[in-house]
């Protein structure tokens, strides 16, 4: 059984930084993707960024170019979102996921974290 837990959230001014952690643990974690997704109060989840695990490629929203940066750390199963200048409407839980087998169905999430941009 897969287990995500993110961590790293927390209230930040706009023009600030987080970086959000993601540990997975499982007794064979070799996901083909994974991804970072949020969700804003009344608005639905959306996707942020995604790794693929086996080369590193990556896909962002188009909101977040040039300011986050998905990395991951294969040995420690641990995938990073590096959020810079961030802005208010950053706002939301923030949640890792993993797709398996690369169909694009994220199986496994983590609870979540809150991230908080302050105007």
């Known amino acids: 059984q897969v287990q995500l837990v993110e961590s790293g959230g927390g209230l930040v001014q706009a023009g600030g930084s987080l970086r959000l952690s993601c540990a997975a643990s499982?007794?064979?974690?070799?996901?083909?993707?994974m991804g970072w997704f949020r969700q804003a109060p009344g608005k639905e989840r959306e996707f942020v960024a995604t790794?693929?695990?086996?080369?590193?490629?990556?896909r962002y929203r188009d909101s977040v170019k040039g300011r986050f940066t998905i990395s991951r750390d294969n040995a420690k199963n641990t995938v990073y979102l590096q959020m810079n200048n961030l802005k208010p409407e950053d706002t939301a839980v923030y949640y890792c996921?993993?797709?398996?087998?690369?169909?694009?169905?994220?199986?496994?999430w983590g609870q979540g974290t809150q991230v908080t941009v302050s105007s």
């Open positions: 996921a993993a797709d398996p087998v690369g169909a694009g169905k994220y199986v496994h």
């Open positions: 499982g007794r064979t974690f070799s996901p083909y993707t």
């Open positions: 790794i693929t695990w086996s080369d590193g490629g990556t």
